[in-house]
């Protein structure tokens, strides 16, 4: 990946399937670097004033992804955010093109036991949900293997299975450290 247009003003943004812990990692990843934290799905539920599986239920996958691509865009214009996404953030080519405009994308992974773990509550992920009929399991693995190439549009992975959120942000540090992000 070239990183030539990196530097300390760049938008770090986090993408990856659901329950890879963006948003903690994220979340955690800002306030050790003293920067706001943005996380795209909860910025459409709150200018919404809807949680995301009545968007989805009321409204249609559609809509929610307009509104996702809204949200991207005025994002990207922005500096020194760091920037948690949805799961679904890779299906659209756009969203990618434009995140990466200024800023570095990292994908955060997981095995599929550790995203079972982390998704088994009902109610809460539309798409998987609707996908789930009756195995969870193999919902996700379906998922994954849709989206596998998508996520590899990341300019940089971090694998979280069994990895305290301190490693996590260390290793995505490290990266930023080696782009020119933060300063060594
Ligand atoms: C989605 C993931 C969700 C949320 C929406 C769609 C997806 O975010 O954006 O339910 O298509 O993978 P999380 O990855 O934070 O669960």
Excluded: W
């Excluded at 570095?104 to 798409?127: F, H, N, W």
């Amino acid at each position: 990946m070239s990183a030539f247009h990196l530097n300390k003003q760049s938008n770090v943004v986090i993408i990856g399937f659901m329950g890879t812990g963006k948003s903690s990692s994220g979340e955690m990843l800002a306030s050790r670097m003293g920067r706001k934290f943005v996380d795209t799905d909860k910025l459409i539920e709150e200018r919404e004033g809807m949680r995301i599986n009545t968007i989805f239920a009321e409204k249609g996958e559609d809509y929610f992804r307009d509104l996702e691509t809204k949200t991207v865009a005025e994002l990207s214009e922005k500096r020194r955010l760091v920037i948690s996404t949805g799961g679904g953030i890779v299906k659209r080519h756009e969203n990618m093109e434009l995140l990466k405009k200024n800023g570095i994308v990292i994908c955060l992974t997981a095995d599929i036991d550790t995203i079972l773990m982390r998704t088994e509550k009902k109610g809460e992920r539309p798409v998987l949900d609707r996908e789930d009929t009756g195995d969870r399991r193999s919902a996700i693995e379906k998922l994954i293997d849709e989206r596998k190439e998508l996520y590899e549009q990341a300019d940089y992975s971090v694998d979280t299975s069994d990895r305290s959120p301190l490693e996590i942000n260390e290793e995505i540090l490290q990266i930023l450290r080696r782009v020119g992000i933060v300063g060594a």
